[in-house]
């Protein structure tokens, strides 16, 4: 599978994304889609929305795991640390979702807190944060093809 990756477009992604990710757009959400370029479906998502000065939230889907061989997790993080020159990047997982926590975790994510019982009854919710010099996944060259 050849990976092409893209901005995030509202009107024609959101139906994709709401499908898979327990988020909701807002004024400032943006992000990356990772599409198959034969076949032109989607197969990956990171949406960034709650932007601060120095933080933004960010929203992983993975349909197909190829996307994180052809550089899907260096492109996102890419774009948050050196294109919009943010020092930290945050999510909120369910503790329940082993697959998200452990990748979350390869790519440099630490626990900073969780709110019991936050996303159910029985399941916590746990804040991970990753700073920019903790990240294990980013490029060393700087790309500017989402800015502007």
Request: hydrophobic share 40%; net charge neutral; aromatic share 12%.
């Amino acid at each position: 599978m050849k990976v092409l990756f893209r901005a995030f477009h509202g009107p024609t992604d959101w139906d994709w994304i709401r499908q898979r990710i327990g988020a909701l757009q807002v004024e400032d959400t943006s992000g990356i889609m990772a599409v198959n370029a034969d076949t032109g479906e989607t197969v990956g998502a990171c949406i960034m929305d709650n932007w601060t000065y120095n933080s933004v939230q960010a929203h992983f889907a993975v349909t197909s795991s190829v996307i994180l061989r052809h550089g899907f997790l260096q492109e996102c993080v890419n774009y948050v640390f050196n294109v919009a020159g943010k020092r930290a990047m945050y999510g909120f997982v369910p503790a329940s979702n082993t697959k998200a926590i452990k990748l979350n975790t390869h790519m440099g994510f630490t626990e900073v807190f969780r709110i019991p019982e936050g996303f159910g009854k029985g399941v916590d919710y746990i804040a991970m944060q990753m700073l920019k010099e903790d990240c294990k996944v980013l490029p060393d060259t700087v790309q500017e093809k989402y800015h502007g």
